[in-house]
């Protein structure tokens, strides 16, 4: 079974848990059930293992090279580096039975191909070479995506998936907005007027529309342009630990620590915030202990914000969207949303990948609330208007296929091409005969028009012209064809931008 998971953070934190869980021995050791893999990072003894989690770059690489691991597998060792005579065979989509998609909702680059790819799995009952094609159990897993989109999208030859509604449970999440924040903490926010007034923060810029081509046909996510106020979320965060301290007889800060978690959108924002909280030690801020969590952040350091904190201290999470799905802290009582996430989107007017802080979708909202009712009840505190939120936030937040450089996206369609060709003229006919020759090269027009949100197709023609201005593909036939050229090929293995 493979799980695979957005970010690895969370791929390496649920191997964990479901290992003790399953009172086995730790991913990695010898004889454990459980184990994951994710770049730079392999902890799983294939004699054993038969759960996997692993990010889904991970799973993407195994199905662009489906007749390799793609870097998944390989030989295994034991504990002390040595190489075992009995080495299984290697991770690949053949040897995998149930295939889990979790967190489908935020519909990265990456699971679209992917989901792409096994939709041709399901719709191919062969390979080119006539054998029999193993096509795993897929599982699509979210907690706030509708599934009838991947229902039509996955219904191949008349046979729809089926969709199974699990009801969580969550404790009662009490949700405050602005102006119950600002009174709590008995200030007003910096920055609110021309943020949530029209034509401020959340106006579409220019550049919104040219890096769409199509104006508000994709339906970005409006940008947050206004700076966050550091002293006021200090301010609330010490009303927060100051009023639950003095229910609680002075002690810890409620029951099970009653630790915050601050959603920002970026390392820079932690940085600056826990900046702040550092010049104010006094009051309720002074017993706080501040934990990052972001990408940046070192393995073993993220871990601190798993931990329970230290006797008569408040674990204080500063946090990006990291921990909004997947990683759960199970000692949060307190949330403060700033409702805002930063999104890579890309400009092909200046071929540039601009990295934007844009307000979150209410989906986003709703799942960062609940991380403060997963063990008891909590409170969250939103840091925007309610009436902003219902009338200028989207419901969801928009793929990022149509906001996102297509240039590695592109790259990998003709690698896979490059392996089906070679396979298919390497592949005999049951009645001896070469197959028929393979089509001169690869349409990636083709090809993502049939992904379950088609980007658009100004981005696509910038992104062909770029890798071509690079010398990374070029055309054959009618010129709507590519073929990857030795550099491009040697690009596509590499896990960054063709630039």
Same mark, same amino acid.
């Given at each position: 079974?493979?799980?695979? %998971?957005? !970010?690895?953070?969370? +791929?390496?934190?649920?191997?964990?848990?479901?290992?003790?869980?399953?009172?086995?021995?730790?991913?990695?050791?010898? =004889?454990?059930?459980?184990?994951?893999?994710?770049?730079?990072?392999?902890?799983?003894?294939? !004699?054993?293992?038969?759960?996997?989690?692993?990010?889904?770059?991970?799973?993407?690489?195994?199905?662009?090279?489906?007749?390799?691991?793609?870097?998944?597998?390989? %030989?295994?060792?034991?504990? @002390? =580096?040595?190489?075992?005579?009995?080495?299984?065979?290697?991770?690949?989509?053949?040897?995998?039975?149930?295939?889990?998609?979790?967190?489908?909702?935020?519909?990265?680059?990456?699971?679209?191909?992917?989901?792409?790819?096994?939709?041709?799995?399901? +719709?191919?009952?062969?390979?080119?070479?006539?054998?029999?094609?193993?096509?795993?159990?897929?599982?699509?897993?979210?907690?706030? $995506?509708?599934?009838?989109?991947?229902?039509?999208?996955?219904?191949?030859?008349?046979?729809?998936?089926?969709?199974?509604?699990?009801?969580?449970?969550?404790?009662?999440?009490?949700?405050?907005?602005?102006?119950?924040?600002?009174?709590?903490?008995?200030?007003?926010?910096?920055?609110?007027?021309?943020?949530?007034?029209?034509?401020?923060?959340?106006?579409?810029?220019?550049?919104?529309?040219?890096?769409?081509?199509? =104006?508000?046909?994709?339906?970005?996510?409006?940008?947050?342009?206004?700076?966050?106020?550091?002293?006021?979320?200090?301010?609330?965060?010490?009303?927060?630990?100051? @009023?639950?301290?003095?229910? @609680?007889?002075?002690? $810890? $800060?409620?029951?099970?620590?009653?630790?915050?978690?601050?959603?920002?959108?970026?390392?820079?924002?932690?940085?600056?915030?826990?900046?702040?909280?550092?010049?104010?030690?006094?009051?309720?801020?002074?017993?706080?202990?501040?934990?990052?969590?972001?990408?940046?952040?070192?393995?073993?350091?993220?871990?601190?914000?798993?931990?329970?904190?230290?006797?008569?201290?408040?674990?204080?999470?500063?946090?990006?969207?990291?921990?909004?799905?997947?990683?759960?802290?199970?000692?949060?009582?307190?949330?403060?949303?700033?409702?805002?996430?930063?999104?890579?989107?890309?400009?092909?007017?200046?071929?540039?990948?601009?990295?934007?802080?844009?307000?979150?979708?209410? $989906?986003?909202?709703?799942?960062?609330?609940?991380?403060?009712?997963?063990?008891?009840? #909590?409170?969250?505190?939103?840091?925007?208007?309610?009436?902003?939120?219902?009338? =200028?936030?989207?419901?969801?937040?928009?793929?990022?296929?149509?906001?996102?450089?297509?240039?590695?996206?592109?790259?990998?369609?003709?690698?896979?091409?490059?392996?089906?060709?070679?396979? %298919?003229?390497?592949?005999?006919?049951?009645?001896?005969?070469?197959?028929?020759?393979?089509?001169? #090269?690869?349409?990636?027009?083709?090809?993502?028009?049939?992904?379950?949100?088609?980007?658009?197709?100004?981005?696509?023609?910038?992104?062909?012209?770029?890798?071509?201005?690079?010398?990374?593909?070029?055309?054959?036939?009618?010129?709507?064809?590519?073929?990857?050229?030795?550099?491009?090929?040697?690009?596509?293995?590499?896990?960054?931008?063709?630039?």
């Amino acid at each position: 079974i493979v799980v695979t %998971q957005p !970010r690895r953070v969370a +791929a390496v934190s649920l191997a964990r848990r479901v290992a003790e869980e399953r009172g086995c021995p730790a991913p990695g050791k010898s =004889g454990s059930g459980v184990g994951y893999i994710v770049r730079g990072d392999r902890r799983a003894d294939l !004699r054993s293992c038969r759960i996997i989690f692993v990010t889904i770059g991970v799973l993407l690489r195994m199905l662009v090279n489906d007749g390799g691991d793609g870097g998944a597998g390989g %030989q295994t060792q034991d504990i @002390d =580096g040595s190489e075992e005579d009995d080495t299984p065979p290697p991770l690949t989509i053949h040897t995998i039975s149930h295939l889990i998609l979790d967190e489908t909702h935020e519909r990265d680059v990456s699971t679209d191909f992917a989901l792409t790819l096994l939709r041709s799995m399901l +719709a191919s009952s062969s390979s080119p070479s006539g054998r029999k094609r193993h096509v795993p159990r897929l599982v699509l897993m979210s907690a706030t $995506a509708s599934s009838e989109m991947f229902v039509d999208y996955l219904t191949v030859a008349g046979r729809a998936p089926s969709a199974i509604d699990v009801p969580g449970r969550i404790f009662p999440v009490a949700t405050n907005w602005l102006r119950d924040c600002e009174g709590k903490a008995r200030r007003a926010m910096d920055g609110k007027l021309s943020s949530f007034s029209p034509g401020g923060g959340e106006g579409r810029s220019r550049s919104d529309e040219t890096a769409t081509g199509d =104006g508000d046909a994709a339906g970005l996510s409006p940008r947050a342009r206004e700076r966050i106020d550091d002293g006021f979320v200090v301010a609330l965060i010490d009303r927060i630990v100051r @009023d639950d301290r003095s229910k @609680d007889g002075g002690g $810890a $800060a409620a029951t099970g620590s009653g630790a915050i978690l601050v959603f920002l959108p970026g390392a820079g924002e932690i940085e600056s915030l826990a900046g702040a909280m550092k010049k104010s030690p006094g009051g309720g801020v002074g017993v706080c202990d501040v934990v990052k969590l972001h990408s940046g952040v070192p393995s073993r350091d993220q871990e601190r914000a798993f931990r329970p904190p230290r006797e008569g201290r408040v674990k204080v999470v500063l946090s990006t969207n990291i921990a909004e799905t997947s990683v759960t802290i199970p000692d949060i009582t307190h949330v403060i949303d700033t409702c805002r996430v930063k999104e890579s989107r890309y400009n092909p007017s200046t071929r540039i990948r601009e990295l934007t802080t844009v307000w979150t979708s209410r $989906a986003s909202m709703t799942q960062r609330a609940g991380r403060a009712g997963r063990t008891s009840g #909590g409170t969250c505190w939103r840091l925007c208007p309610e009436d902003f939120a219902m009338e =200028g936030m989207l419901d969801q937040t928009a793929p990022e296929m149509v906001r996102t450089p297509l240039d590695e996206l592109i790259l990998q369609i003709l690698l896979l091409f490059e392996q089906r060709r070679d396979e %298919q003229r390497m592949a005999v006919g049951c009645d001896g005969t070469k197959n028929h020759p393979p089509p001169p #090269g690869a349409r990636p027009l083709k090809f993502l028009s049939m992904t379950p949100t088609p980007p658009p197709e100004r981005s696509l023609a910038q992104a062909c012209r770029h890798l071509l201005d690079v010398e990374a593909v070029r055309t054959v036939d009618d010129g709507e064809s590519f073929r990857l050229t030795p550099l491009g090929f040697h690009l596509s293995k590499l896990p960054m931008d063709a630039k």
